[in-house]
């Protein structure tokens, strides 16, 4: 691939989004992601992914200038609906994809970031949806993933003056899960992933399927859905150590099953 370096390694795969100089999202580099998931997704020892920008951005936004060789409305709605199936993708993938952020996630960028589930930002990052100043607008779900994470005054706020916000504030106002200082960012979603690879992968995927259910769902279809999975996991090897792991006073050794 490309634009995208992929390596696997103990559970976990890493990403890193190679597109310079900004990393921007071209239809290639939406290809690229796409065969990653493809590939993660036929590796069943992958517990969770985490996804970085080479150098100075995360993704600075879309390609603009590939923008120049669509031909009309119909050209424009397909790009969209490619981006946006591929972040749905991500959003609903089978494990976490973890995202650590830093020099700017603006417009695609940020919304790539905000498909997958736990984003780590540096202090000083930039996350902002500009389209607007360009005379156009997110395409690729920007505006209904946004209010999710800071609620609608705030999204119409970030969306209609394109100002984008720095890291602590992405935190402060719930589209960010923790900043860091640049130099502590990776070294801490590095740890974080760890964390996560290091559990049950059964377990890991009841819950991918059950969180959505917050904000998909009515509450009474999360809780059958989520007493089904109790019961499915509590049948299952990995249960069975992680039990008798805490009565011994140890840390479990899960075999996936």
């Known amino acids: 691939m490309s634009t995208v370096y992929l ?7 890493r ?42 951005f995360f993704s600075a936004g879309a390609d603009i200038k590939e923008f120049t060789s669509l031909q009309g409305a119909s050209d424009f709605e397909q790009l969209s609906r490619k981006g946006q199936q591929l972040f749905n993708r991500m959003e609903s993938f089978h494990i976490p994809i973890i995202a650590a952020i830093h020099g700017a996630a603006l417009g695609g960028g940020l919304e790539l970031a905000m498909a997958c589930h736990i984003r780590y930002v540096a202090e000083d990052a930039k996350l902002g949806l500009p389209e607007l100043n360009l005379g156009i607008l997110p395409g690729f779900a920007g505006s209904q993933r946004l209010p999710r994470y800071v ?9 209609l003056t394109g100002a984008p916000i720095s890291g602590k504030e992405a935190v402060a106002a719930g589209l960010a899960n923790q900043s860091f200082s640049v130099e502590e960012l990776f070294e801490a979603a590095e740890k974080l992933t760890a964390q996560v690879s290091a559990k049950s992968g059964p377990a890991i995927h009841q819950i991918m399927k059950l969180i959505p259910y ?44």
Do not use: C, W
């Open 7 to 13: 390596q696997k390694e103990n559970h976990l795969a």
């Open 15 to 56: 990403v890193t989004i190679q597109s310079p100089p900004a990393n921007a999202l071209s239809s290639t580099l939406l290809n690229d992601l796409s065969k990653v998931l493809d590939e993660v997704e036929m590796d069943k020892s992958i517990k969770a992914i985490l996804i970085k920008g080479e150098d100075k």
């Open 151 to 159: 609620g609608t005054a705030k999204a119409y706020e970030m969306i």
């Open 214 to 257: 917050a904000h998909t769902g009515q509450f009474s279809d999360g809780n059958k859905a989520e007493a089904a999975a109790f019961g499915e996991v509590f049948g299952n090897e990995d249960a069975k150590e992680g039990i008798q792991a805490f009565i011994e006073k140890r840390k479990p050794a899960f075999k996936d099953q």
